[in-house]
């Protein structure tokens, strides 16, 4: 986050940052309601597995993300 021409690269990760760098301090969250409602009305999720996977890292190496080297 120090350098400039870097920072906007990892901006996203950082949430919260405070002068004395002590912990930071996390929301937590609870989806299950919302999961079992939606299970409820037939909305189901698979187990991602091995072919999910490639089939995401296609997707997104098509829109190349990680990049080509070219630059």
């Known amino acids: 986050m120090n350098d400039p021409a870097r920072s906007g690269f990892v901006s996203g990760l950082v949430t919260y940052s405070n002068s004395d760098a002590?912990?930071?301090?996390y929301i937590?969250?609870?989806?299950?309601?919302?999961v079992k409602a939606l299970y409820r009305l037939g909305y189901k999720w698979p187990v991602t597995d091995g072919a999910y996977m490639l089939r995401m890292i296609?997707?997104?190496?098509?829109?190349?993300?990680?990049?080509?080297?070219?630059?």
């Open 22 to 25: 002590r912990l930071h301090e």
């Open 58 to 71: 296609g997707a997104l190496d098509s829109l190349n993300y990680f990049g080509r080297g070219d630059d």
């Open 28 to 34: 937590q969250t609870d989806n299950s309601f919302t």
